[in-house]
């Protein structure tokens, strides 16, 4: 038996006494639902009447359920890597950080690095050093009294937790294995080499790239995540996606070659509870490799692409932009991705043209991040079109920041999927759309996306992973410093936004017709809530909690033994 018949040979679980949003237009709310066979069976009465004596019951009492989150661009396998390093998020004094790289000293043999997480607090590691009491991080003399038999590593922030720039150390060992003195210089640019009055190298590095280029370009010999290391850190990841009532996810940025390795040795080990759909993150260098590979080697990833209920591999992800030294770095440490978990593309729009006109050709959906581009990405998709009709390819177009009417109006012609992450432009990066001059009506925005038809998904970004953050900006949309709203029009009531973040996602991996409502015959995945964010203000929607996630009607989290029986 294959690890997906296994996960669903499962006996009728009943939930009652409950209220149901189940977003299926024949039966918008219930009070009791019926599951079965890893499916929907039933509502209210009639599920009732299935609870016999095989069938367990359990007595929600009042709480909320709603279909399971559908985070389509998740990131989901970097959460977990970050408990596999020492946590510095407690620490308020350079003496705190040297204790913890003491303590770690006791237990790592000598010469063996010692790699900690960054300086500040998770998950936005905000401030970073300036948490410290002297304001600064260690320096190589400090961090070499505090652990003299190992190499020592204090990693910058990635950039695209927080906000850059940020700021990491080394001590003398690590420093010289990794062969930098005072005439290194980094190839990649928003790199800089603290130096003291002498022009020695102190320690310090500063990393001012949202995704860090410094250990691609300066630090061959620190060590990397391995697969054993990916692996445990996507089990972790899982968990607490589930735990914050995350069922399916959608990789829209893309996976590296090891990352879709990894995912596929947690679905063969039938360990794999999220239902995951990963785009391809391609490693060529140039046209002419990418035509070799999207002829020959990329056909599983073709059209819906291949794999089950639990694991597919669907199209491809082309960046629009980028900094090709970064990019050159990155390729030339694969299979390590950092924290990336994709490869770091440099497409300038000529190739961009070229290659979207090469995937379509050969019946691979695209997925770009647009930001502030999409009026440059649009003739694109529209010239794509004029040769290659894109209707029902299900060519997916992200990270929308500012944004016109009209190159909206295309995407809904063009029958083009759409993402949105508004934590990233909105509250955390929203210092940038401030002072729009449509008072940013036209930034992320939603309710003109939902006019027009287009049916918008939302995902987290892993910025934090936690749904209910990114469902709070969608109805709030506050710059995270000010306070201020960021396109006042453009606010999501809780139906329009859960709908976005539970239901619309499916349509991503062509799974509409089985996945989503929470309807008879549709898959069993939902999410127990100790409020109802359809009664609250937006201003309370950040703090629901999830108290249980079910997967196919199984229980991946909070199996409710203080429930009645």
Same mark, same amino acid.
């Given at each position: ?8 040979? *499962? ?39 299935? #609870? ?8 929600? &009492? ?63 590691? @905000?401030?970073? #050093?300036?948490?410290? #009491? ?45 062969? *930098? ?20 190298? =102190? ?12 250990? @691609? ?13 990916? *692996? ?34 947690? /679905? ?28 020959? /080697? ?11 209920? /639990? ?11 980028? =900094? ?100 990233? @432009? ?63 029009? &453009? ?9 976005? @973040? ?11 017709? /089985? ?13 127990? *809530? ?36």
């Amino acid at each position: 038996m294959r690890p997906a018949e296994k996960r669903h040979a *499962l006996r009728t679980l009943v939930l009652r006494n409950a209220r149901i949003h189940t977003f299926h237009p024949a039966r918008p709310q219930a009070h009791a639902i019926a599951l079965a066979g890893g499916r929907v069976a039933a509502y209210d009465d009639e599920a009732t009447a299935l #609870a016999g004596a095989d069938a367990r019951v359990i007595d929600l &009492q009042g709480a909320t359920v709603i279909p399971g989150i559908n985070d389509s661009h998740a990131h989901m396998e970097r959460e977990g890597l970050k408990a596999l390093r020492p946590s510095l998020a407690a620490a308020r004094s350079v003496e705190d950080v040297l204790r913890v790289v003491r303590e770690q000293a006791k237990s790592t043999p000598p010469g063996e690095y010692i790699v900690t997480m960054p300086v500040g607090t998770p998950p936005y590691y @905000f401030g970073g #050093a300036a948490q410290l #009491a002297e304001g600064r991080l260690p320096n190589r003399q400090e961090l070499d009294a505090a652990a003299p038999g190992h190499p020592v590593y204090i990693p910058a922030p990635f950039g695209n937790w927080g906000r850059p720039p940020g700021s990491g150390a080394l001590n003398s060992l690590a420093l010289a294995r990794n062969g *930098l003195t005072s005439a290194s210089q980094p190839r990649c640019s928003g790199i800089e080499l603290g130096r003291d009055a002498s022009g020695d190298l =102190d320690g310090r590095i500063v990393e001012r790239n949202a995704r860090p280029a410094v250990e @691609f370009d300066l630090l061959p010999d620190v060590p990397r995540f391995g697969f054993a290391d990916r *692996l445990k850190g996507l089990r972790i990841s899982q968990q607490l996606y589930h735990a914050k009532g995350t069922t399916s996810i959608y990789e829209g940025h893309g996976c590296a070659p090891e990352t879709i390795s990894v995912y596929r040795k947690l /679905w063969e080990d039938g360990g794999l509870t999220m239902r995951s759909t990963l785009v391809v993150s391609p490693a060529w260098s140039d046209l002419a490799e990418a035509a070799r590979a999207m002829r020959d /080697w990329l056909a599983t990833a073709r059209g819906r692409g291949l794999g089950d209920p /639990w694991f597919r591999v669907s199209g491809i992800h082309i960046a629009y932009g980028g =900094d090709p030294v970064v990019a050159c770095c990155a390729r030339a440490n694969l299979p390590d991705t950092g924290w990336s978990g994709f490869v770091e593309q440099a497409v300038t729009p000529p190739d961009f043209r070229a290659l979207c006109l090469l995937a379509a050709e050969h019946d691979l959906r695209v997925n770009v991040i647009v930001s502030d581009k999409l009026h440059e990405v649009v003739p694109v998709l529209r010239e794509i079109d004029a040769r290659f009709p894109l209707a029902g390819r299900r060519w997916v177009v992200q990270h929308i920041a500012r944004s016109r009417l009209d190159d909206l109006k295309a995407l809904k012609a063009l029958d083009v999927l759409v993402t949105t992450i508004p934590t990233y @432009f909105l509250w955390k990066g929203g210092a940038a759309y401030l002072d729009e001059p449509d008072g940013g009506e036209g930034v992320v925005p939603h309710a003109a996306m939902l006019a027009l038809g287009l049916d918008v998904s939302l995902a987290t970004d892993n910025i934090p992973y936690d749904p209910f953050h990114t469902l709070w900006v969608a109805g709030v949309r506050q710059e995270r410093l000010t306070g201020r709203v960021i396109g006042a029009g &453009q606010t999501l009531s809780a139906r329009d936004a859960l709908h976005a @973040f539970t239901v619309a996602g499916a349509r991503l991996s062509f799974d509409e017709d /089985w996945k989503g409502p929470l309807a008879p015959g549709f898959a069993a995945d939902l999410a127990v *809530l100790d409020r109802d964010p359809m009664t609250l203000p937006p201003a309370a929607w950040r703090d629901v909690q999830c108290t249980m996630t079910l997967v196919g009607g199984r229980i991946v989290h909070g199996e409710p033994d203080g429930l009645a029986p």
